[in-house]
């Protein structure tokens, strides 16, 4: 079965330095990877997906993300971070069975 | 469009009540997913639906938890009895017909509270 790792529960990052999020995944083949983000109080929007081709997606609000197939990885990266980006971020894998399975997620805190 | 609803997006109860939580996918969406999330456990999903037939309940954690869905627009949660453990977010989400790689859209939530 397919798991999603994400390693860092809470990660600070001052407003306007660079982001990286890690996230590792375990699947046979290769798999559908998403980011989703969670603000407080509400449900989860997707940022990016990757299904094949380029292995680095831009998604929405500045944020992308790299698959590399040797690492089992799909990092989230922003160059510079803004305070509303202060959320839960969530990686996820679909093996192709219409489900996806999620990560434990990573809460992200911005400070001044 | 409206997106995925859900209601309630509150619900206290006690234990021994029964809960029913419901959702209204987006208009066109023929699967439809329920998930739980808790501090301890992340997203779990619980069940889900491919032109309202249930393909997976494999999540569903014990027979106290029922899921239906009478037609392609709804689609309900039912717990009981509820117990404090159930205390979660309850999470409806769809995506469109034939998608299998296609983007989830979840709804608000339902934060369920059982004394």
């Known amino acids: 079965a397919q798991s999603v790792t994400q390693p860092d529960i809470h990660i600070t990052v001052s407003e306007g330095a660079s982001l990286e999020l890690r996230c590792n995944y375990s699947?046979?083949?290769?798999?559908?990877l998403f980011w989703y983000v969670q603000s407080p109080g509400q449900g989860l929007q997707l940022l990016l997906k990757?299904?094949?081709?380029?292995?680095l997606v831009q998604g929405i609000k500045g944020f992308e993300a790299e698959f590399k197939r040797s690492q089992s990885s799909f990092n989230l990266r922003k160059p510079s971070v803004h305070w509303s980006d202060a959320a839960e971020y969530f990686c996820?894998?679909?093996?192709?069975?219409?489900?996806?399975?999620f990560g434990k997620g990573t809460m992200l805190l911005v400070s001044p | 469009d409206a997106g995925v609803i859900q209601s309630p997006r509150h619900e206290v109860t006690e234990m021994g009540q029964e809960v029913t939580l419901r959702c209204k996918p987006i208009s066109g969406h023929n699967s439809l997913f329920w998930y739980r999330q808790t501090m301890m456990r992340g997203l779990e999903l619980l069940i889900y639906?491919?032109?309202?037939?249930?393909?997976?309940d494999s999540g569903m954690p014990e027979d106290r938890f029922s899921a239906k869905m009478p037609n392609a627009s709804f689609s309900t949660l039912k717990i009981q009895p509820s117990e404090p453990r159930d205390s979660a977010v309850y999470f409806c989400?769809?995506?469109?017909?034939?998608?299998?790689?296609?983007?989830?859209?979840f709804g608000e939530g339902s934060r369920l509270t059982v004394l």
């Open positions: 996820a894998v679909d093996s192709g069975y219409s489900t996806l399975t």
């Open positions: 639906f491919n032109n309202n037939v249930p393909i997976d």
């Open positions: 990757y299904f094949s081709g380029d292995t």
């Open positions: 699947y046979g083949a290769t798999p559908y």
């Open positions: 989400a769809s995506r469109l017909a034939g998608g299998q790689t296609g983007e989830l859209f």
